[in-house]
């Protein structure tokens, strides 16, 4: 017989068995980026997580966004080549992470992909991760030029939120937030708990504890502001979407991908 259990991931998995767990996520296609729950067979032993659920990584508090969202770049990155093609879990810092500003000039030209923050959570932050060897490469929707909609791609080992991934509204018809286009579909830990709140409706969900005081809740998206050359989007103290020149004063919750 197959042995069930429902597990809190924050006391009882490992990385190591979490990362076997999104292998079989992602070779399930009954699974999907609007599941709530996924259960597979481990070693076994039929095991459950829960979209929300929390682990500490290296000392920072992480939670599980969504299952089967991210397109792997590779899809043999588990070995073989799974029915689904996604990475199986997707996670996001819960406590920010003190990190080098956005970009050092005032600019969001080129979007996500050009950033100078982008280029260090991809080598230096993942390169010290105890996990790193576990996160899979995916492919990110990024707005290039803050007032033309129409995006492209990256490959990232770790990346910083869209505003279209955590509101399905924005300032016009068809905007995310500030955000001129949709980069990526709204996760289902947001999808569950936001639903369709306004971006600009204070709220308790999109709300991070204090890295320090000096990054004061706020926090980075990858979004770049669709009325200038100068700002990228992000997420103030109340909780709502705002924007910003790309200094070092927002924190940094990256998302990745098992």
């Not at 729950?37 to 070693?43: F, L, M, P, S, Y």
């Not at 050092?104 to 010290?128: K, P």
């Not at 947001?190 to 926090?219: C, R």
Request: hydrophobic content about 30%; proline content about 3%; glycine content about 8%.
């Amino acid at each position: 017989n197959v042995g069930k259990t429902s597990i809190n991931i924050s006391n009882i998995c490992t990385w190591e068995e979490i990362a076997q767990i999104a292998k079989v996520i992602s070779n399930t296609s009954t699974i999907t980026d609007d599941s709530e729950t996924a259960t597979v067979t481990v070693n076994g032993i039929q095991k459950t997580l829960k979209v929300g659920e929390v682990k500490y990584l290296d000392g920072k508090k992480v939670r599980i966004l969504g299952f089967n969202h991210d397109e792997l770049v590779d899809p043999s990155a588990y070995g073989t080549t799974t029915l689904t093609g996604k990475a199986g879990i997707s996670f996001e810092y819960v406590d920010l992470m003190e990190a080098p500003q956005m970009n050092s000039s005032a600019t969001n030209s080129g979007g996500w992909a050009q950033t100078e923050l982008r280029g260090t959570l991809n080598s230096t932050t993942y390169n010290s991760l105890s996990i790193k060897n576990s996160i899979k490469k995916v492919k990110k929707d990024y707005i290039p030029t803050y007032d033309v909609a129409k995006t492209q791609q990256t490959d990232d080992y770790l990346w910083l939120l869209s505003c279209g991934e955590i509101w399905d509204n924005g300032y016009k018809a068809n905007y995310r937030g500030y955000a001129i286009a949709t980069e990526g579909k709204q996760y289902k830990y947001y999808k569950m708990n936001l639903g369709s709140i306004s971006y600009s409706t204070s709220n308790n969900i999109t709300k991070k504890p204090s890295a320090s005081d000096f990054y004061v809740n706020v926090w980075w998206l990858r979004s770049p502001y669709c009325y200038n050359v100068c700002h990228f989007c992000y997420v103030s103290s109340s909780g709502i979407c705002s924007a910003t020149l790309p200094g070092p004063y927002p924190g940094v919750a990256p998302v990745f991908s098992i």
